[in-house]
Antibody, heavy 120, light 112 residues
């Protein structure tokens, strides 16, 4: 069974750093792209970027380029999303999802989401 | 970037009646490989999104056959033949023909 399990909720202050995780299981983690998707409070879905764990090929949506870092440790099947200096506007739910290119560029399995709250 | 426009933003529906959601893209989603990478996702309240339909009209595993997708080029539709209570939520179209992939703003399906 394919599963993506994300790390727990975080409460941070502006200017702090943060790294959240997404552990994949039930499939060959290195060989599927992982996507990170932001959902701000009461809003829709925004793609932040994607990474192919096997070779660390990473692509960022222009809106998020320079604001975040996506990485992965293929040896333990985990992807990461990182901020160096959080802002209040980073408050959102962050989802990871598996991107299946072979079947047609679909986000077929999703993590449960990580709530990030940034407040002074 | 490709802009995805969904209508309506909200759709009150009577249980057992059909529902239809439209999605229009700012440019053709036909990829050079001949495929059209248009998906539909459902997000129930308090839940992560769930894939319903991919490549316009292919139902994902476990999705009831009351859900169907159609369209081509820039115009796409998600139809539910008979709405059930569990269908309440927000529905998003998503294009993956051109990076960055983009989502519509969502259509909220609610029961009258």
């Amino acid at each position: 069974e394919v599963q993506l399990v994300q790390s727990g909720a975080e409460v941070k202050k502006p200017g702090e750093s943060l790294k959240i995780s997404c552990k994949g299981s039930g499939y060959s983690f290195p060989h599927y792209w992982v996507a990170w998707v932001r959902q701000m409070p009461g809003k829709g879905l925004e793609l932040m970027g994607i990474m192919f764990p096997d070779d660390s090929d990473t692509r960022y949506s222009p809106s998020f380029q320079g604001q975040i870092t996506i990485s992965a440790d293929k040896s333990n099947g985990t992807a990461y999303l990182q901020w160096i200096s959080l802002k209040a506007s980073d408050t959102a739910i962050y989802y990871c999802a598996r991107l299946s290119v072979v079947r047609g560029f679909l986000l077929d399995f999703w993590g449960q989401g990580t709530q990030v709250t940034v407040s002074s | 970037d490709v802009v995805m426009t969904q209508t309506p933003l909200s759709s009150p529906v009577t249980l057992g009646q059909p529902a239809s959601i439209s999605c229009r893209s700012s440019q053709s989603l036909l990829h050079s490989d001949g495929n059209t990478y248009l998906s539909w996702l459902q997000q129930r309240p308090g839940q992560p999104p769930r894939l319903l339909i991919y490549k316009i009209s292919n139902r994902f595993s476990g999705v009831p056959d009351r859900f169907s997708g159609s369209g081509s080029g820039t115009d796409f539709t998600l139809k539910i033949t008979r709405v059930e209570a569990e269908d309440v939520g927000v529905y998003y179209c998503m294009q993956a023909t051109q990076f960055p992939y983009s989502f519509g703003r969502g259509t909220k399906l609610e029961i009258k």
